[in-house]
């Protein structure tokens, strides 16, 4: 599975601390991370909330700054990798402009970034066909599903082509069948577009399912106290949920979060 | 048409309690009347009659007023300076052009508020301060100043408008365009946007429910200053102007036509607004 002649980190963390100042004193959200990820890895974060996953994941999109510790993206710092614009974010809700069309939508990174009209619209096309939303694009966000919506949000992230995909619990507020097969998109997408994904989660047969690399973490404060380089083969239907291996790894994830949780709850 | 049978019955109740009330406060003129003249004072409905048919009342009947506002809007050429609706176009431009004033103050100053740090501290206590002042105070100061630099007739009013209208226009774009949660903004983030972007494309939009709600309270303000700004002038022309001579010779008629010709003026002007609001809103996909 890993193949170290052609994997380059693409996100490097070393020694990562991040502490909130907050009314009540500091917080710890993250002490003392260790993390590489390679090119082409799609890694999951699981956690109880408070494990500090989505601070790792905006500190990787500069959204928050770290307080200690080195961290780069593409041998960047975060702050230049955004400026490059080397990744797209999806947030846990869509936030589709009300006012824009769906394809309005997936224009506004590219209208930001200026690309020409009819690169727009050839990207548009292209991203909606890749989530399978081909043919929505006149509609307005109300006139869609949740899970359209999430949908649609994904294809706003990949219509700029950024090499790095960064989502948020992005199937956190959907029902267990849209989720099941919005995981399995997911999965098509990133066999056909090789993108580097970071996804955070907190259920584990998603983490399970999606990732080549399982980061589990605990809270207060916020570490990292197990990686799971996933044996699973690339290609995974659903019911590969039912394999002996899958459980496997899901009894590891359970093990790592019990035992991370200690004495605290 | 669910809704005629209950505004009808609430309608019909305040005529009921007009009429009843213009009985109540009448009735004195018509004993005074009477005593003077040393004979019995009308009783049962020839006194009622009486108290609604005076030319002076103290509460003018609905019908009167109703006769009144009829009459001189449109028994009368719109050039005469009898006729309401020459009054009321003196107010209405006023009103507009204040109003205009007013919204562009209002929206230049929640940008600057929204971006510049200094003007976040410090406009908002002078602006809510300019609020607390009475406008009648003010405004014979606006007339005058204004005045002795060349300015009269349509801008002093205007000015006055606009001083009233900025205010609720202020007050709902800083709200609008800070209405985008904390997930619009970092999402603007990762796309490496710039202000301008920002506020083009996610501040102003989002901003547009909130940016009408002030304007129909900014049209309601701007008329309010208008009248209050055809005072002091010594009743030349405007509906401040009919209230003001009808107070001056005691035609409660007129004052109560006038009146209920601003109300009605202020109720058309903010029902556009409304209209105009619904078909933006639409065209933007933020009605349903």
Not at chain 1, 81 to 88: F, K, L, S
Not at chain 1, 221 to 246: C, H
Request: proline share 5%; aromatic share 8%; with cysteine.
């Amino acid at each position: 599975m890993k193949d170290t002649a052609t994997s380059a980190p693409v996100i490097e963390a070393k020694n990562l601390n991040l502490v909130f100042e907050t009314g009540d004193g500091p917080v710890q959200a993250l002490k003392d991370v260790n993390l590489t990820i390679n090119r082409g890895d799609f890694v999951s974060f699981i956690g109880p909330s408070g494990c500090g996953k989505t601070t790792f994941l905006r500190a990787i999109a500069a959204l928050e700054t770290p307080t200690g510790g080195t961290l780069t993206v593409n041998g960047m710092t975060p702050d230049q990798a955004r400026q490059a614009r080397a990744y797209g974010y999806v947030f846990q809700a869509a936030g589709l402009y009300p006012w824009r069309t769906i394809a309005g939508n997936i224009k506004l990174p590219l209208e930001i970034m200026g690309f020409s009209k009819a690169e727009q619209d050839e990207r548009v096309n292209r991203v909606l066909e890749l989530v399978e939303l081909a043919g929505f694009g006149k509609k307005f966000p109300w006139q869609l599903s949740g899970g359209m919506q999430q949908r649609a949000s994904i294809a706003r992230a990949l219509a700029f082509d950024a090499d790095i995909l960064l989502m948020d619990e992005p199937f956190g507020a959907l029902d267990e069948i849209v989720r099941d097969r919005l995981n399995e998109e997911v999965l098509k997408l990133w066999a056909r577009t090789g993108k580097t994904i970071g996804f955070v989660t907190h259920s584990i047969p998603e983490a399970v399912y999606l990732s080549t690399k399982i980061v589990v973490m605990s809270p207060r404060p916020g570490r990292i106290t197990d990686v799971i380089d996933s044996p699973l083969p690339k290609e995974r239907p659903l019911d590969i949920r039912d394999s002996r291996a899958f459980i496997e790894i899901a009894h590891r994830v359970r093990e790592g979060l019990r035992a991370g949780h200690g004495d605290h709850e | 048409m669910r809704h005629v049978l209950p505004v009808l019955t609430v309608l019909i109740a305040i005529i009921a309690l007009w009429y009843g009330a213009a009985v109540g406060l009448n009735r004195a003129w018509v004993y005074d009347q009477a005593s003077r003249a040393g004979v019995e004072p009308a009783s049962g409905l020839a006194l009622v009659a009486e108290t609604w048919n005076q030319e002076r009342p103290v509460l003018p009947a609905p019908h009167q007023v109703a006769g009144e506002l009829v009459k001189t809007t449109f028994g009368m050429a719109p050039t005469s300076k009898r006729s309401l609706v020459y009054h009321g176009w003196v107010t209405l431009s006023a009103t507009l052009l204040g109003f205009v004033m007013g919204t562009v103050l209002g929206i230049l100053l929640a940008v600057g508020i929204l971006h510049n740090r200094a003007m976040d501290m410090s406009v908002m206590p002078w602006a809510i301060a300019s609020q607390t002042i009475p406008i009648l105070a003010i405004a014979p100061m606006i007339i005058v100043v204004l005045n002795s630099v060349g300015l009269q007739g349509l801008v002093p009013k205007a000015i006055i408008s606009a001083y009233l209208s900025f205010f609720p226009v202020v007050v709902g774009m800083v709200k609008g365009l800070r209405s985008p949660d904390q997930m619009q903004l970092d999402l603007l983030k990762t796309y490496n946007a710039s202000a301008g972007a920002a506020f083009w494309k996610l501040r102003l939009p989002a901003s547009m429910p909130y940016l009408f709600t002030s304007l129909k309270v900014g049209m309601a303000a701007s008329l309010v200053g208008a009248i209050v700004g055809e005072l002091p002038t010594g009743a030349v022309a405007g509906l401040g102007a009919r209230l003001l001579s009808g107070s001056y010779y005691g035609q409660t008629v007129q004052i109560w036509a006038a009146l209920f010709a601003a109300a009605i003026v202020a109720a058309g002007m903010v029902m556009l607004i409304g209209l105009m609001e619904r078909r933006t809103l639409r065209k933007m996909g933020m009605a349903r």
